[in-house]
């Protein structure tokens, strides 16, 4: 009996050690906190718009006098067109000349050509070119109206790299000329037209 007391005490004796070793072991676990998000804030890469470029133009013009009871036309436009960029950075600033032919007539007036010398200022957006343009234009004019005569131009466009040597794009310019070829009348153009140019 004796020795009955002695293993059942043993054996007390070894499951209270053992319980307090298990409750030893049952800690709350720890969990590590999740790091904090990391705003990823994409940065727009610039291409380097520098260097010559020329091209076409297919558009539409609108030619009208101050008043437009008197003199009202619209048709198709096409052109050449050839200038220089320099790319500063994220300013991009150049030069261009153009040569646009009009199909354009109206009472006897024909609208033929308008040759413009532009500066324009631009923003390097990656791929796209926004940007304003200025500058000289002078129109040409046949029929009842026959003369040239120079006046001012300004607009905005946008250019698109789709290729390292592909640019696209589209434009449209106000044009102004006043008291064309001294004949009292004020004549305005508008003109939108869509580009494409190789730049080398």
């Known amino acids: 009996m004796t020795r009955a007391l002695l293993a059942s005490g043993t054996f007390a004796a070894l499951a209270l050690g053992a319980t307090s070793a298990l409750a030893g072991n ?6 590590a906190p999740a790091p904090a ?20 133009s297919l558009g539409y ?6 008043d437009p009871a008197n003199f009202e036309a619209d048709g198709a436009t096409y052109g ?23 199909d354009v007539s109206a009472g006897g007036v024909d609208a033929d050509s ?6 324009r200022a631009g923003y390097d957006a990656g791929n796209f070119m926004p ?13 009842a109206l026959e003369g040239d005569d120079t006046g001012a131009f300004y ?3 946008m250019d698109y790299l789709l290729t390292d040597s592909i640019r696209v794009g589209g434009e449209v310019l106000k044009h102004e000329f006043d008291n064309f070829d001294d004949s009292g009348l004020d004549l305005e153009a508008t003109t939108a037209s869509l580009r494409m140019s190789f730049q080398f």
């Open 131 to 143: 940007y304003v343009t200025a500058g000289a234009a002078q129109l040409n004019t046949g029929g």
């Open 61 to 66: 013009a609108e030619v009208e006098e101050s």
């Open 26 to 31: 049952l800690e709350e676990p720890v969990i």
């Open 155 to 157: 607009g905005v466009g």
């Open 80 to 102: 050449l067109h050839a200038g220089y960029d320099y790319d500063f950075g994220s300013f991009v600033l150049g030069g261009e000349l153009e040569i646009s032919g009009f």
């Open 114 to 119: 308008v040759a413009r010398a532009k500066l």
């Open 37 to 56: 998000p990391v705003a990823v804030v994409p940065v727009a890469q610039g291409n380097d718009w520098t260097g010559f470029y020329a091209g076409g």
